[in-house]
C-alpha cells in the first residue's frame, strides 16, 4: 500500500476552545490509484491533506493520534528534516489558488527549477531546461519564451498547469490535488483534470483528489471517500457511490448536483448548515440535518458499517438510504 492514514485525529486551539477538525480518519491510496476525498467546507478534507504532506500549522494545530504510512514509513514518527526530503521527491500537492500558491515575485522557471536544484543538485541553466520539459509536458504554448514570465501573466488554467508540474517534477509516488480546479469555468475545469488523470496514467502515481463536486470526479476518482465534521461517513467504488449511496449525506450531495432533466425544478440543498467543529452534535453528527434521523442517532456515535467488501457507511440506517427505502414523516 502507497499510503495508509489510521484512526487520525487532528485539533485546532483558539481562544473560543478546541477544534476536532479531523475525529478519526481512516484511508488507503495504491500505487496508480485515484481517490476523491468529498464533502462540505469544514469537513476535514484538506487539514487531513495537510498532516499527511507534514504542512500543517502546529500550533494552532495538532495531530493528537493516529498513524500516517507512506511506503511502510510512519510519517508521524519522522524528524522534521526527513519529513523535508519526502516532500516533493515522495509526495506533493497542488493548491487550489494557484495564484496565493505561487511566489509573484520570482518568474515561473525559477520556481520549477528549484525543484530539480534541491532535490537533484542541478544547476540553475539545467534546472530552468527542466522548466521548459515540465511546462511544454502541461501543455504550455510557447514554453521556451514564456518560462521567465511571472504568474500574473498566465491565465487561471496556465497557472494551474503550472501547479500540476510543479507537483510532478520530481515524479513522487503520490500527489494530492486540493480543489484543483476552484474559481475555473467548467471547460478549462475539464481540461485540467483531464491533464491531471493522463499524467497519473502516465506516471503511475497515487492520487488523492480534495474536492466538494462530485460532478467533477466522475470519470477520474476509482474510490469515494465521503468526510463530515472530520469523518468518513461512507467510502465505496465510484461507481456505487453514483448508482446508489448508503448513507444520507451522500445522497444528499448526489441530489445537489444540477441535472439536465431536471431543468426548471428548484436545485436540491441540504437543510442547515454544517456543525461547528467546537461543539460536535453527540450521537452522528450529521443528525440535526438528515431525513432519516431517529432517537438512536441523536445518542450513539455510527460506526463504519461493512456494507460489502468494497463500502462501508457510517449511519445505522443504511440499509434504507441503500435500497431507497421512503422516509416515514411520523418517525421525525
Known amino acids: 500500500m502507497l499510503l495508509e492514514v489510521r484512526d487520525l485525529h487532528v485539533e485546532f486551539h483558539t481562544r473560543d476552545g478546541v477544534a476536532k477538525a479531523v475525529n478519526g480518519v481512516t484511508y488507503s491510496v495504491d500505487e496508480g490509484e485515484t481517490l476523491a476525498v468529498l464533502g ?74 528549484e525543484m530539480f536544484v534541491v532535490h537533484r543538485g542541478m544547476s540553475r541553466k539545467d534546472a530552468r531546461e527542466k522548466a521548459v520539459e515540465l511546462m511544454d509536458r502541461v501543455r504550455i504554448p510557447a514554453a521556451r519564451e514564456r518560462v521567465g514570465q511571472y504568474p500574473h501573466q498566465f491565465s487561471g488554467g496556465m497557472r494551474q498547469r503550472i501547479m500540476i508540474a510543479m507537483a510532478m517534477a ?32 502516465e506516471l503511475r502515481m497515487g492520487l488523492i483528489l ?16 465521503v468526510m463530515y465534521a472530520g469523518r468518513i461517513v461512507e467510502t465505496a467504488p465510484v461507481h456505487d457511490i453514483y ?21 426548471g425544478r428548484e436545485l436540491y440543498a441540504i437543510k442547515g448548515l454544517p456543525p461547528n467543529l467546537m461543539a460536535i452534535p453527540p450521537g452522528c453528527a450529521f443528525h440535526p440535518r438528515c431525513p432519516r434521523a431517529r432517537d438512536l442517532c441523536h445518542t450513539d456515535v455510527p460506526p463504519l458499517y461493512e456494507v460489502s467488501l468494497t463500502r462501508a457507511s457510517a449511519c445505522h440506517f443504511w440499509r434504507e438510504t441503500l435500497n431507497k427505502e421512503p422516509i416515514d414523516a411520523a418517525q421525525h
Open 40 to 113: 462540505e467546507s469544514g469537513s476535514g478534507k484538506s487539514v487531513t491533506a495537510q498532516a499527511v504532506m507534514g504542512i500543517l500549522d502546529m500550533p494552532p494545530g495538532r495531530i493528537t493520534g493516529g498513524q500516517i504510512l507512506f511506503q511502510g514509513r510512519d510519517l508521524l514518527t519522522l524528524k522534521e528534516d526527513e519529513r523535508r526530503g519526502i516532500r516533493g521527491a515522495g509526495m506533493a500537492m497542488i493548491f487550489q489558488d494557484a495564484l496565493s500558491a505561487l511566489n509573484p515575485v520570482l518568474t515561473v522557471g525559477d520556481q520549477l527549477g
Open 170 to 201: 520530481l515524479e513522487p509516488a503520490l500527489i494530492i490535488a486540493d480543489e484543483p480546479t476552484t474559481a475555473l469555468d467548467v471547460t478549462v475545469q475539464a481540461q485540467v483534470m483531464e491533464l491531471l488523470a493522463e499524467l497519473q496514467r
Open 210 to 225: 480534495i474536492t466538494h463536486d462530485l460532478g467533477v470526479v466522475a470519470d477520474v476518482a476509482d474510490r469515494i471517500a
Open 243 to 263: 448508482k446508489a449511496p448508503a448513507h444520507p449525506y451522500t445522497q444528499g450531495l448526489l441530489d445537489s448536483i444540477p441535472r439536465l432533466d431536471q431543468k
